[in-house]
């Protein structure tokens, strides 16, 4: 089968996160010629007329998938599948409908929150209280566009008494930042993330992990922050190991965070591929964070650890998201 390989356009002095989209490309692509497939990569970028000649002279049978930001804007990912609809490509992993919509992390909390799916309350810039806003409070500052838990750091969570010094401590953020933020009630809790694969007989669920924070003093947040994920050097990275063994008493949880992600998977119009964050909380309430549609897919990765843990090896995930992207039917509408 002819494969294409689509994927960000990084130059080589892109940050960690960034970089990572080759890191999957060179193992993705790898793992295909093995499987006997024919591999080709081509770059997105702003410049669609290019990519869409790229495309067209390599005349793939199905497009993998791996943009997740443009020109460094995470905003913008869903050009890609926009694209690749157009042309009418088969590709892997989800529709522009829902990339658009779970990268806008205000869009995904509003939808969860319209169709009775627990998420944090939230404050967004410059609205008016929202009136499950709880103050005093401690609240957890996140962009509102970028994934891979960029701008999130120990600082990123604040405690306010009043209103006026939580939308202070907002708008200052925002700055730093250098884009549109949202203040999120931080959770304090257990973090899990269940990873969802589709198949002929619809999404299965991988084995939950959860995230525990090792040695953490009482005082820090436990947040699943950018050094955590990126910085192989420091104190989060290494104290933050997922596990996927849980006691019998954990049983009616694990059951509830199954319901709630193929909620999440449905409501969204997730396909191919995705992975749903959750806290929860010391009353072992559940509340989604997050809604990743096509996660990050380095060996490495959480999704591949959670697939590994169903018994499925690096090659099987990608001939199972290969094959069900070559055979599936048009995306329908989502989030109606």
């Known amino acids: 089968m002819r494969v294409a390989l689509l994927h960000d356009d990084v130059p080589a002095t892109g940050r960690p996160d960034e970089l990572d989209v080759y890191v999957q490309a060179d193992s993705i692509a790898s793992a295909l010629g093995r499987l006997g497939h024919s591999v080709g990569r081509v770059p997105f970028s702003l410049d669609l007329a290019e990519v869409r000649q790229n495309l067209a002279r390599f005349e793939p049978e199905v497009v993998f998938n791996l943009v997740e930001s443009v020109e460094g804007r995470a905003r913008l990912s869903y050009l890609a599948p926009a694209l690749l609809d157009a042309m009418n490509f088969p590709y892997t992993g989800c529709g522009p409908e829902a990339v658009l919509a779970t990268s806008n992390k205000l869009l995904t909390k509003r ?8 998420t944090p309350a939230w404050l967004p810039s410059a609205a008016v209280q929202p009136p499950n806003l709880a103050l005093p409070g401690r609240y957890i500052i996140k962009l509102v566009w970028e994934d891979a838990s960029v701008g999130l750091d120990d600082d990123a969570v604040v405690e306010v008494d009043r209103m006026e010094d939580l939308d202070r401590a907002l708008r200052r953020r925002a700055r730093r930042l250098g884009g549109p933020a949202f203040a999120e009630a931080y959770i304090a809790g257990r973090e899990f993330n269940l990873s969802l694969l589709a198949g002929p007989d619809g999404s299965q669920v991988l084995p ?50 199954d319901r709630l992600a193929r909620a999440c998977w449905e409501l969204f119009g997730l396909d191919g591929y995705a992975r749903v964050d959750f806290r929860v909380d010391q009353a072992g309430r559940p509340w989604v964070l997050e809604i990743n549609a096509n996660p990050c897919l380095s060996p490495d990765a959480g999704f591949v650890a959670a697939a590994a843990q169903a018994g499925l090896g690096f090659e099987q995930v990608i001939t ?17």
């Open 320 to 336: 199972r998201i290969l094959r069900y992207a070559r055979n599936r039917r048009p995306a329908e509408a989502v989030c109606t």
């Open 111 to 118: 939808l969860l929150a319209a169709h009775g799916i627990p």
């Open 208 to 257: 939950p992990a959860e995230i525990h924070f090792l040695d953490y003093p009482e005082d820090r947040p436990r947040v699943v922050g950018y050094r955590a994920k990126w910085d192989t050097e420091s104190f989060e990275y290494h104290h933050t190991p997922r596990c996927f063994e849980f006691p019998p008493g954990d049983a009616g949880l694990l059951s509830e965070l």
